[in-house]
T-cell receptor
Framework: AQSVAQPEDQVNVAEGNPLTVKCTYS??????LFWYVQYPNRGLQFLLK??????LVKGSYGFEAEFNKSQTSFHLKKPSALVSDSALYFC?????????????FGKGTRLSVIA | NAGVTQTPKFQVLKTGQSMTLQCAQD?????MSWYRQDPGMGLRLIHY???????DQGEVPNGYNVSRSTTEDFPLRLLSAAPSQTSVYFC??????????????FGAGTRLSVL
């Protein structure tokens, strides 16, 4: 079975400070990992994904995420937070052998960047 | 390019009424799915389809029906609305080929209240 955990419901960061949104996963085999962002009253938008290769993945809006297989983690990071980064962030996973099995999402972490 | 279009954006129903949430995509995506989003629960999969004529149940299918007669459309039917179905509903689509690593594209959502 596939599962994702986002241990923090809410993360507060001052503008200009680095931010981290945590995600851990569980799959039987190797994972494909995704981050999506949801702005107020909008659908989810794709940020970045890890498929294979370099453990550090760079995505949209200056975000990056680091795949750590030994810790089964895929934390989202940004060196300098902006107020406009305030949104709901979802981590998602799929086993690479899963065929048509749907993507499994975490419960989301609300990021609040304070000016 | 419209992407994934959901209608209506808002709906209020009385308990026991039926209705259909519409979802259409113009990207020729084979894979489509319906999620509901509730506070503290994240995204939960209701039903999904890997192509026209093929549907399958997700995590929370009870009280909902789907059909997929065309590649473009994937309507979600509430047969007899209940207050527990008050939620925000999202439709998503992606290419089926190499589904496991494909990005999902989301609609803007339908906010449903059942009184």
């Amino acid at each position: 079975a596939q599962s994702v955990a986002q241990p923090e419901d809410q993360v507060n960061v001052a503008e200009g400070n680095p931010l981290t949104v945590k995600c851990t996963y569980s799959v039987s085999g190797n994972p494909y990992l995704f981050w999506y962002v949801q702005y107020p009253n909008r659908g989810l938008q794709f940020l970045l994904k890890y498929i294979t290769g370099d453990n550090l993945v760079k995505g949209s809006y200056g975000f990056e995420a680091e795949f750590n297989k030994s810790q089964t983690s895929f934390h989202l990071k940004k060196p300098s937070a902006l107020v406009s980064d305030s949104a709901l962030y979802f981590c998602a996973v799929r086993d690479i052998r899963s065929g048509n099995t749907p993507l499994v999402f975490g419960k989301g972490t609300r990021l609040s960047v304070i000016a | 390019n419209a992407g994934v279009t959901q209608t209506p954006k808002f709906q209020v129903l009385k308990t026991g009424q039926s209705m259909t949430l519409q979802c259409a995509q113009d990207m020729n995506h084979e894979y489509m799915s319906w999620y509901r989003q509730d506070p503290g629960m994240g995204l939960r999969l209701i039903h999904y389809s890997v192509g026209a004529g093929i549907t399958d149940q997700g995590e929370v299918p009870n009280g909902y029906n789907v059909s997929r007669s065309t590649t473009e459309d994937f309507p979600l039917r509430l047969l007899s609305a209940a207050p527990s179905q008050t939620s925000v509903y999202f439709c998503a689509s992606s290419r089926r080929q190499t589904l496991a690593k494909n990005i999902q594209y989301f609609g803007a959502g339908t906010r449903l209240s059942v009184l």
